[in-house]
């Protein structure tokens, strides 16, 4: 059965005000996109969480969306703070939980699995015990010893955006891969954005490449270039000026709002908003085909 929507419908039917959302992807295949519509469609009182918060976060507490943020690490990737989540953290306005990496992931794989909580050896990082109560420990029943526990996370909304997707949901992801299979599975309702929407038959021709299948998704949404800034391997490069360019807006709260004025409310959709970026930029974060060997699977 066919699960195609716009992003539009999608954001609209599966995310709601209050609810906990998770936009996955590590370095590359972060869903702006789908950020963007959350802003458009005016989203309150969400909790974001993510283990990198990138600037999809910023954007998105900027324009009011937010009212808690778990995360692992908060940073503008390579340039410094992310100016925004770190005053709203400072002063008060938004509430927030803190994880290791290792902690974030530990809880998407407990809510993926059904489990009450997860177990992990002894943080190098005690002060993360003392900050945040989810962290807790109880006793090995095998050594004796004590072990560090954190909850299940299951987010209500997670988007995933992918390299190629077929119109039922089974999704192909490669290069870097991060924690979208375990916020997948982890989530109540599952978006699918991808760069294309291809035939089930291509799917099926490389199974061990499909981190996301079906029976998990509820809605798959073309959405070419959904990524920018950050990129999508084999589509799109990473756009390192917009980061930059970033950490300078973000200084200034008037800055702010005239961006989101300009570039999100004041576009329709991820389209719109990719051809405004213009055919200089468009050739700048252009990539070159450079073709895994094939693999040869057999015919029986």
Not at 17 to 24: E, K, N, P, Q, R
Not at 181 to 204: G, H, L, P
Not at 223 to 243: E, K, L
Request: glycine fraction near 8%; charge should be negative; hydrophobic fraction near 40%.
């Amino acid at each position: 059965m066919s699960k195609l929507c716009t992003l539009k419908e999608a954001i609209s039917n599966y995310v709601h005000d209050g609810d906990t959302v998770y936009c996955a992807g590590f370095t590359h295949l972060i869903p702006f996109a789908a950020g963007h519509e959350i802003i458009r469609q005016g989203r309150r009182d969400l909790t974001l969480a993510r283990a990198t918060p990138d600037l999809i976060y910023d954007q998105m507490v900027a324009a009011g969306c937010a009212k808690k943020l778990i995360f692992s690490y908060i940073g503008n990737p390579g340039v410094g703070s992310l100016r925004i989540v770190r005053e709203q953290l400072e002063s008060g306005k938004l509430e927030w939980e803190e994880y290791s990496h290792f902690g974030m992931i530990a809880r998407l794989q407990a809510g993926a699995a059904g489990l009450p909580f997860a177990p992990m050896n002894q943080t190098a990082a005690p002060d993360l015990e003392k900050n945040n109560p989810n962290y807790r420990r109880v006793k090995d029943p095998y050594t004796g010893r004590e072990v560090v526990t954190v909850p299940p996370l299951t987010p209500d909304v997670g988007i995933i955006h992918v390299q190629r997707a077929d119109a039922n949901g089974n999704a192909h992801i490669w290069g870097i891969i991060g924690e979208q299979k375990e916020v997948a599975f982890a989530s109540k309702n599952v978006i699918i954005t991808a760069e294309e929407i291809v035939d089930e038959e291509i799917i099926r021709s490389d199974p061990n490449r499909t981190l996301i299948p079906e029976l998990i998704v509820k809605a798959v949404c073309l959405v070419p270039h959904c990524s920018h800034p950050s990129y999508t391997q084999g589509y799109s490069d990473r756009d390192n000026a917009f980061y930059l360019n970033w950490d300078k807006i973000s200084e200034d709260p008037a800055a702010v709002k005239a961006w989101l004025d300009e570039w999100v409310y004041g576009v329709k959709d991820a389209e719109e908003y990719w051809q405004k970026l213009g055919a200089e930029t468009h050739k700048r974060l252009a990539v070159k085909p450079k073709f895994a060997a094939p693999v040869n699977y057999g015919d029986y």
